[in-house]
């Protein structure tokens, strides 16, 4: 298992962009895969990125171009860019490591809440 810790959310207008952090107890270069999803009220829970341990990237229709994943194997640290920011990108975000295939550790979320 991982720790997941995520920061950087906040309030911010249209069209406006924030940076959000996870930080990793342990050295995630061996982890298949790390992801950014995120949930709304009443909504489910979405992918919007991930990143594989191969650096390769998927993104939720919605947020291509706009968002981009990184990580830093160096510092156990995953980065979700966030510009041109809309109202509909509000919700809880959330960091997630999978291991193997599956995402089973997960962060506490951080709120990111977009004003038009």
């Known amino acids: 298992q991982v720790q997941l810790v995520e920061s950087g959310g906040g309030l911010v207008q249209a069209g406006g962009s924030l940076r959000l952090s996870c930080a990793a107890s342990r050295s995630i270069v061996s982890i298949n895969a790390m992801g950014w999803f995120r949930q709304a009220p009443g909504k489910q829970r979405e992918l919007v990125a991930l990143?594989?341990?191969?650096?390769?990237?998927n993104y939720a229709d919605s947020v291509k171009g706009r968002f981009t994943i990184s990580r830093d194997s160096a510092k156990n640290m995953v980065y979700l860019q966030m510009n041109s920011l809309k109202p509909e990108d509000t919700a809880v975000y959330y960091c997630?490591?999978?291991?193997?295939?599956?995402?089973?550790?997960w962060g506490q979320g951080t709120q990111v809440t977009v004003s038009s």
């Open positions: 997630a490591a999978a291991p193997a295939t599956d995402f089973g550790s």
């Open positions: 990143i594989t341990r191969g650096a390769n990237t």
